[in-house]
């Protein structure tokens, strides 16, 4: 069965740095493009990142531009989002997705807090 497990979340002072990871299984991932969203407390589900299957095209919510960089290893059925500049707004749990109808994975708790 399809899992997408995220992971790497942890709490982070404003202005560091995280690098989540996205485990998938049970889909041919590399042919797929990969998504990133998160959900604040309290707020609905956002897009965040988009990679294409090869990973030659990115794209990001405005509130990440310049921030977060998507990236894939499809060697390892792996999608990772590097957070960079994190802001207390950034706080929410992300979620790893396919453009597929699947329930969603086991996402990682992102808190950024001094």
């Known amino acids: 069965q399809v899992q997408l497990v995220a992971s790497g979340g942890a709490l982070v002072q404003p202005g560091g740095s995280l690098r989540l990871s996205c485990a998938a299984s049970?889909?041919?991932?590399?042919?797929?493009?990969m998504n990133w969203y998160r959900q604040a407390p309290g707020k609905e589900r956002e897009w965040v990142a988009r990679?294409?299957?090869?990973?030659?095209?990115?794209n990001y919510a405005d509130s990440v531009k310049d921030r977060f960089t998507i990236s894939r290893d499809n060697s390892k059925n792996t999608v990772y989002l590097q957070m960079n500049s994190l802001k207390p707004e950034d706080t929410a749990v992300y979620y790893c997705?396919?453009?597929?109808?699947?329930?969603w994975g086991k996402g990682t708790l992102v808190t950024v807090s001094s």
């Open positions: 997705k396919p453009p597929l109808s699947i329930p």
């Open positions: 049970g889909f041919t991932f590399s042919i797929y493009s």
């Open positions: 990679i294409t299957s090869t990973g030659g095209s990115t």
